[in-house]
């Protein structure tokens, strides 16, 4: 029991009677920091999986190479072969070469042609880092 003002007892007294709240503050504050987790995974999930929904431009097709013939040396036409973001080139030379979407606007090529593209709105034409357009035919 408390008898001398300010000795303390009626602190400890405070202490002992909060403490289950306490208890029920720290139980809610854990179920909410986890709700909020498993919110923000629920969002990012649906983010992802618009993200994915995009539909890709499907660039399958034979190409002309623009602007003029001087400017493309690795080939007059190319034949794209496209499954989902993988992308297979052959030219009228015989070469072939591999590629992938690298986003709904954007395209790489591998070797032998080693460039980046832009695929136009349309999906008609690409527009190469080397100078050089493919449009579709």
Not at 2 to 9: L, S, Y
Not at 64 to 78: M, V
Not at 123 to 131: C, P, Q
Request: glycine letters at 10%; hydrophobic letters at 35%.
């Amino acid at each position: 029991m408390c008898r001398i003002p300010g000795d303390g007892c009626d602190i400890k007294h405070q202490v002992r009677t909060a403490a289950p709240f306490a208890e029920e503050v720290r139980v809610q504050t854990r179920s909410t920091l986890q709700l909020i987790a498993i919110l923000c995974g629920l969002c990012g999930a649906s983010a992802l999986g618009a993200a994915q929904a995009q539909q890709l431009p499907q660039l399958a097709g034979t190409y002309r190479c623009e602007p003029d013939p001087a400017a493309c040396i690795s080939g007059q036409t190319f034949t794209v072969t496209q499954s989902g973001g993988k992308l297979e080139f052959k030219n009228d030379q015989g070469n072939i070469g591999s590629g992938t979407l690298t986003s709904n606007v954007s395209a790489s090529a591998g070797p032998p042609w080693n460039m980046f593209g832009t695929v136009s709105s349309d999906a008609r034409a690409i527009e190469w880092t080397n100078g050089t357009r493919w449009r579709k035919q």
